[in-house]
């Protein structure tokens, strides 16, 4: 049987641009379709979702490799962080 490696990267956003909920949604919809069309990855928001500026990502990636996860969530945490509208507060990436 073989081994399964989960690389897990959170990204803490401040969207100061935005003014409700439904802009906050707007932005986050094409980011994370960005992120999951170019890295094969599962994106989603996890924490803040009531919050108008503030959002937390949370990438995910599945492979036999835990060099291979870790990379593949690393680039795309990057990516994340060069398209964000707003600042980035915070980022951690784990293997698991």
Known sequence: MGT???ALGLVELHLGE????????HVLRGLKEKVKNRFNVSVAEVDHE???QRATLAVACVANDARLANEVVSKAVNFIESL???????VRVEVL
């Open 4 to 6: 399964a490696r989960i």
């Open 18 to 25: 935005v003014d409700s909920l439904k802009g906050k949604r």
């Open 50 to 52: 009531d919050l108008w």
């Open 84 to 90: 964000s509208d707003g600042a980035v507060i915070d």
